[in-house]
Nanobody
Framework: QVQLVESGGGLVQPGGSLRLSCAAS????????MGWFRQAPGKEREFVAA???????YYTDSVKGRFAISRDNAKNLVTLQMNSLKPEDTAVYYC???????????????????WGQGTQVTVSS
């Protein structure tokens, strides 16, 4: 199993930016899908963004144009740059890995077999 450690969460005002990082214990080049999910209080965990080994990226509609996912295979790192943050982005954000990822399940949290501990993102004035 892959060990994942997130960092970079915090409190930010609406319109602000945060950058989340996810450090993996194995070569990220060996992980087909790396994803970010989030879970707000009382809600189900939801897909935010994912990146394949090819570099192709996928986003949920509500963050398109505001968030950007990237991977640095030399550092075994995946980052989520979040701009123009809104109060509705408030949630615990989780990094996840799916080693044998199938494209049709890239947005499905149940297809990911390794998860980080989560980092809190709060958008509030």
């Amino acid at each position: 199993q892959v060990q994942l450690v997130e960092s970079g969460g915090g409190l930010v005002q609406p319109g602000g930016s945060l950058r989340l990082s996810c450090a993996a214990s194995v070569r990220t080049s060996s992980i087909r899908h790396m994803g970010w999910f989030r879970q707000a209080p009382g809600k189900e965990r939801e897909f935010v963004a994912a990146i394949r080994t090819s570099g192709h990226t996928y986003y949920t509609d509500s963050v398109k144009g505001r968030f950007a996912i990237s991977r640095d295979n030399a550092k075994n790192l995946v980052t989520l740059q979040m701009n123009s943050l809104k109060p509705e982005d408030t949630a615990v954000y989780y990094c996840a890995a799916d080693r044998g990822g199938i494209l049709s399940t890239i947005r499905d949290p149940s297809s990911y077999d390794s998860w980080g501990q989560g980092t809190q993102v709060t958008v509030s004035s």
